[in-house]
């Protein structure tokens, strides 16, 4: 499998579908690229699609430190993959870790992204969450240090804001746990101490993210509870921002309801590659429903 090589020297592999404008994947944590499967095979028809996997991720390369793994690695990693293909700027669409990725890379490289999608973004973000979160983080390294990934796969792939994907879709869902099972613990574990767990709270960016003009499109499932707050804290804070908010569905929003998710990323797209996604009028911030105060 092809693979980019990093600044500090990780090899990420990455898989390509597809021919024109370039559309970058970013998996979550219990996923890799596999799990971007649905939307290869329907943008492939449009787009160049790529999609790899993180460090810790094999067939990328799983550092043995905690130091190797970072918020800020994680977004340039994105980067470095475009370095490889030699894009000057992509579409870049991200899932809950790699919807944070993907807001970060938006941070600190806004001239190389043509558009955002940040979906299932949030999770331990909200200030009085944050201890919960760290305590939650703590629980799932030790876990997967006491009883592997398969058993991990069947506690985590059951949680409040997966069963929805269980109920839509129990074929899909039996091959998310099985692909999850496979990842290399020591990544998991690794990922979790030094991307997950570190990563600064959405709001405490406030001012980095007011001051984004690229498209970004936040995506949300209406039962993803951790995401829903921070999915309103993006929409009122990034003037160039729109939220969609997906019925019945949890956190694996691109696998639970695809032909949705794909929808809505085509739709903003679209509009972007034409030169149509507007910039908030700030007249829509006065916080008066009416205008006549």
Known sequence: MPHATTDDGVKLAYTEAGQGAPLLFVHEFAGDMRSWEP?????????RCIAFNARGYPPSDVPASPDAYSQARAADDIAAVMDHLGLASAHVVGLSMGGFATLHFGLRHPKRARALVVAGCGYGAEPD????FH??????????RAHGMQAFAERYGYGPSRVQFAARDPRGFAEFLRMLAEHSAEGAINTQ???QRQRPSLYDLTG???A????ILVLTGDEDWPC???GLLLKRTIPSAALAVMPNCGHAINLEDPGMFNRLVEDFLAQVDAGRWPQRDPRAMTGSATGMR
């Not at 939307?39 to 787009?47: D, E, K, T």
């Not at 969450?129 to 919960?132: A, D, L």
């Not at 305590?135 to 997967?144: C, R, W």
């Open 135 to 144: 305590e939650e983080s703590d629980a799932t390294v030790a876990f997967i």
């Open 193 to 195: 101490l030094g991307v």
């Open 212 to 215: 984004l003009t690229v498209p």
């Open 208 to 210: 980095p993210m007011a």
């Open 39 to 47: 939307q290869l095979r329907h943008f492939a028809r449009r787009y």
């Open 129 to 132: 969450s944050r201890v919960r």
């Open 228 to 230: 829903l707050a921070p």
